[in-house]
């Protein structure tokens, strides 16, 4: 008797959502993010292990990452308020420029002295200034962090995306120029409707869900006025090819600051976003291949080492530009990658012949990334004294 393709998915889910308990609880007793522990168990399930999913699961990967990523850019988008801007707008500001702008220049410049040519140092170093916003803010909501330090973090996490995308354009178009001027100029065009759209998509959809919604439920939307309206800007802005992480992040931001009926207009999608989480962790992990970690594996160490260095030394000069040595511990915490650095590097192989070790590089080292970078983001809110139960640290002397 053939097996029922229903009653695999159905087993399959379950047993997932059942393992993302686990997680949790786990990562209660033993302080591991549960991020990590998914990923771990999505590579302990997957083809690098006992490779126990079945060949449909695939398939659902690209609409569970669209379904979790887009929730998680709403949230984020929400976090950039102007009490936060007022507060800390200058920090974020400076932190999130000299992360990136680091990132960029000790990657492409560490490659560049070790070899690499000029071209893929600079799209791989364009491509280790995403993080994985999903992995931070988890790590976050599970240490129950509070204070200045996470709301800065929560600040960057939310614009150092959109930086990112921005810097990618740029050397795409960089690297196109030096072989065919007219390709630039395509690259750089569709840069500007890709950001731009997502902009104007963002806000036309933001200002009528920041206007309407919460009117049923006494100052707070439903969850199916908060779902719909995340999930209509999503595919509004695949439709209109932009990006939709910047979309749903920019509607999250004219939420956040015209909703003054809102007393929490982001709770419902809080309360949904956990279980599509844990499918899009366990996923990421199962989705791996032996293949993408053979592959240019000198490449990927270098690649690894210098974005650390480039996110740490990053972290230390913003927090020394903006005047608040405290949130130097900010470029451990933005560690995490996945999901939209490899987005970023699949574009680059589609539209810049010859750099398929990019997209190899970026793969293999989110492995990484994901797995170590929630322990260090958790690491920097204990140290920080912000994460539930942690001491504060002792102020400076004098």
Do not use: K
């Amino acid at each position: 008797m053939s097996a029922d393709p229903a009653a695999i998915t159905l087993l399959t889910l379950g047993a997932i959502f059942l393992a993302g308990l686990g997680a949790d609880l786990l990562g209660r007793r033993t302080r591991l993010p549960r991020v990590s522990l998914l990923l771990i168990l999505g590579v302990a399930v997957g083809p690098l292990g006992l490779d126990l999913f079945p060949d449909s699961s695939a398939q659902w990967f690209p609409l569970v990452t669209n379904l979790a990523l887009v929730m998680v850019a709403f949230l984020l988008g929400g976090e950039l308020t102007l009490e936060l801007l007022r507060e800390h707008g200058r920090a974020v500001l400076l932190i999130s420029i000299a992360v990136v702008v680091s990132t960029v220049l000790v990657i492409a410049g560490g490659l560049m002295a070790l070899g690499w040519s000029a071209a893929l140092a600079l799209l791989l170093g364009a491509t280790g200034t995403a993080t994985d916003p999903a992995a931070v803010s988890d790590v976050v909501r599970e240490a129950g962090a509070r204070g200045p330090f996470t709301r800065t973090l929560m600040g960057v996490v939310a614009i150092d995306d959109a930086w990112g995308l921005i810097v990618l354009s740029i050397a795409m178009a960089l690297v196109l120029g030096f072989e065919s001027p007219e390709a630039a100029r395509v690259v750089a065009l569709d840069a500007l409707i890709e950001l731009g759209g997502a902009v104007l998509v963002g806000c036309a959809l933001g200002v009528p869900m920041a206007l309407l919604t919460g009117r049923i439920g006494e100052g707070e939307p439903t969850q199916a006025e908060a779902l719909g309206g995340v999930l209509l800007c999503g595919g509004v802005a695949l439709l209109l090819d932009v990006s939709y992480l910047l979309a749903a992040m920019i509607m999250g931001v004219v939420v956040a600051n015209l909703a003054r009926h809102h007393r929490r207009p982001f709770r419902a999608i809080e309360g949904i976003e956990w279980p599509f989480m844990v499918l899009f962790f366990v996923l990421s992990g199962a989705s791996l291949q032996v293949a993408d970690l053979d592959a240019a594996a000198g490449l990927t160490a270098a690649y690894v080492l210098l974005r650390i260095a480039g996110r740490l030394a990053g972290g230390w000069i913003g927090a020394r530009l903006s005047g608040s040595p405290p949130l130097r511990r900010v470029g451990a915490a933005l560690l995490p990658q996945a999901g939209l650095a490899v987005g970023m590097a699949l574009l680059i192989s589609q539209r810049v012949p010859g750099m398929g070790p990019v997209l190899a590089a970026t793969v293999a080292g989110t492995v990484v990334f994901e797995l170590g970078g929630p322990i260090l983001t958790r690491l920097a809110l204990i140290r920080t004294g912000e994460a539930r139960g942690s001491v504060s640290p002792a102020p400076p002397p004098g």
